[in-house]
Nanobody, 118 residues
Framework: QVQLVESGGGLVQAGGSLRLSCAASGSIFSIDRMGWYRQAPGKQRELVARITMGGSTNYADSVKGRFTISRGSPKRTVFLQMNSLKPEDTAHYYC????????????WGQGTQVTVSP
């Protein structure tokens, strides 16, 4: 089992920045990839960014050039630096962890709220 704990959400004005953190515990050496997803009210959960333990990344088109995902030390810590935030980035952000490279993560955190005011 893997447990994920997020931190760093909050309220920010458009154009501002926030940094989300996620720490994994438990069977962390089974993790191959970690990521961030988000879900806005009335919308489906969507991928924001993810990173493999080897460092390969991919991003949603809507956040490319504004968000950066990175790993910490130990590697099963992941960050999401969010710059140039827009009101449409408002959502509940969830950390994820995957065993293997399947479409859906195996584990989810409780999430942290990000609210961007106009």
């Amino acid at each position: 089992q893997v447990q994920l704990v997020e931190s760093g959400g909050g309220l920010v004005q458009a154009g501002g920045s926030l940094r989300l953190s996620c720490a994994a515990s438990g069977s962390i050496f089974s993790i191959d990839r970690m990521g961030w997803y988000r879900q806005a009210p009335g919308k489906q959960r969507e991928l924001v960014a993810r990173i493999t333990m080897g460092g390969s990344t991919n991003y949603a088109d809507s956040v490319k050039g504004r968000f950066t995902i990175s790993r910490g030390s130990p590697k099963r810590t992941v960050f999401l630096q969010m710059n140039s935030l827009k009101p449409e980035d408002t959502a509940h952000y969830y950390c994820s962890a995957s065993i293997g490279y399947g479409l859906s993560p195996n584990y989810w955190g409780q999430g942290t709220q990000v609210t961007v005011s106009p």
